[in-house]
C-alpha cells in the first residue's frame, strides 16, 4: 500500500495587518511550495464566511492542502521549513492534520492526487474533502440551492468541524468536514433527505465540469482549532 499522506492545514488570522499577509500569501507562498522536497500535490485556499459553502469570503481563515510521498518529508516541512514559521509568527491559531487516504474518485485539475493509503477503521474519525469546479451557466441555481443542502448539517453530533473552502472564489469550490466515525457520515450521507436530494440535482442537472469525492482516515494533529485539538473529543 502506498506511503503517501495527505496534510491539511488551517491558518486564523485576527488583525487586520496579519489577515492583509495571509491574503497576500495565496500568491507568494507559492514560490517556497514548489521547492519543498516529497510534496507532490498542493492547493492554496481562501474560505468562505461561516462553515458551509457561502460565496462571501471570510478573510480571517485559510487553508493549505499538501499531498506528500511519505510522512517524513511532511514532518521535515512542519518542523523545521521557514515557510512554516512566518505562517506561525502572523496567525493566532495554525491546526494540521496528517491523513491517510482511504478511496478517491474523480479529478481536481486534471488528475487524482491521493493514492489509497489505508483501509477504513470505521470505529476511528473520519474526513472527507470534496472539490468541483462548477459550470458557468448554472452558478445561480447552485449558489441558490447552497443552504438547503446544507441544513442536514446542523446540529449532527456525528460531525466535529465543517468549513468551505477553494481555490476560484464562486466557481472552484471544496469542502471538508471531519466526522468521529463512519457511522456518521452514513448517517448524514444516506439519511439526510436535504443531501440526498442535492445528489439528485447534481447529476440531473451537472452543475460541475469537474468533480472529486475523498475520504481520509486522520491520525495525528498539531496545534489547535478553535481552541481544541480536534481529534480530541
Known amino acids: 500500500m502506498s506511503k503517501q499522506i495527505t496534510t491539511i492545514s488551517f491558518f486564523k488570522y485576527t488583525s487586520l495587518s496579519n489577515k492583509a499577509w495571509g491574503f497576500k500569501m495565496m500568491q507568494f507562498a507559492n514560490k517556497d511550495l514548489r521547492k519543498v522536497d516529497g510534496l507532490s500535490f498542493y492547493r492554496l485556499m481562501g474560505s468562505g464566511k461561516g462553515r458551509g459553502f457561502n460565496p462571501m469570503p471570510d478573510w480571517s481563515i485559510y487553508c493549505l492542502l499538501q499531498v506528500w510521498e511519505s510522512e517524513e518529508a511532511a514532518n521535515i516541512f512542519f518542523t523545521s521549513s521557514d515557510l512554516i514559521r512566518r505562517y506561525n509568527n502572523h496567525t493566532d491559531e495554525l491546526f494540521t492534520l496528517y491523513m491517510k487516504n482511504i478511496s478517491a474518485g474523480g479529478t481536481w485539475v486534471g488528475k487524482n492526487p491521493f493514492e489509497k493509503a489505508a483501509d477504513l477503521d470505521p470505529n476511528l474519525p473520519i474526513a472527507v474533502i470534496t472539490r468541483a469546479t462548477i459550470k458557468w451557466n448554472w452558478l445561480l441555481k447552485f449558489w441558490k440551492y447552497v443552504p438547503t443542502s446544507e441544513e442536514g448539517l446542523e446540529g449532527n453530533d456525528g460531525l466535529i468541524y465543517t468549513k468551505g473552502v477553494g481555490e476560484v472564489p ?63 473529543f
Do not use: C, N
Open 170 to 232: 464562486i466557481i472552484q469550490m471544496a469542502t471538508f468536514s471531519l466526522w468521529k466515525d463512519f457511522e456518521s457520515v452514513k448517517q448524514f450521507a444516506y439519511k439526510s433527505k436535504q443531501h440526498q436530494e442535492a445528489i439528485k440535482k447534481t447529476r440531473k442537472y451537472e452543475w460541475y465540469s469537474e468533480e472529486l469525492f475523498s475520504r481520509f482516515q486522520p491520525y495525528k494533529s498539531i496545534g489547535t482549532w478553535e481552541g481544541r485539538d480536534l481529534l480530541i
